[in-house]
């Protein structure tokens, strides 16, 4: 297996999205020819978000991970959970799904998971974005060593 990279500048919600796009489908041909994967929620992994404060730089980029990528780190934020979660839905279980970015703040964004019924899906919260955020607010309080 070869590790390929898209490098881009993403300046709107669109770009972003059809990274999320990109990613979900090569996630359903992964599930489509890997039949002893296991499922998202069943896996081990679990959200932790991308490191930003690196001295190279390369921690600045907002990567996009596969499947693959995702289950050898141990670890995937909201844009590498929902387009498993998607893929894996629709492959694996007939329920037509997609990741889809949303707005969080005036400079944020989320990555849900909505199902062709409407209904939407957060795997990074079932993953522990919220206990992993409470972690981080605690280590940060002020007068804490």
Known sequence: MQRVAIVSYAASREAFQ?????????NCLYLQNAPDCPALY???VRFEPEDRDCDDGTC?????????I?????????DDLAPWRAAELTVRHGITSIPLIVP??????????????????????????HEYNAR??????PGRL
Not at 70 to 78: K, P, S
Not at 107 to 113: A, D, M
Request: proline share 5%.
């Open 60 to 68: 600045k980029e907002e990567r996009f991970c596969t499947i693959p």
């Open 18 to 26: 059809a990274l999320l796009e990109c990613t979900y489908q090569l």
């Open 136 to 141: 981080r607010k605690i280590r940060r309080a």
């Open 104 to 129: 969080v703040g005036p400079r944020s964004w989320h990555v849900l998971v909505r199902r062709s019924d409407g209904q939407f899906e957060d795997p990074s919260a079932v993953l522990g974005m």
């Open 42 to 44: 069943e896996s081990g």
């Open 70 to 78: 995702v289950l050898a780190a141990r670890v995937g934020d909201c």
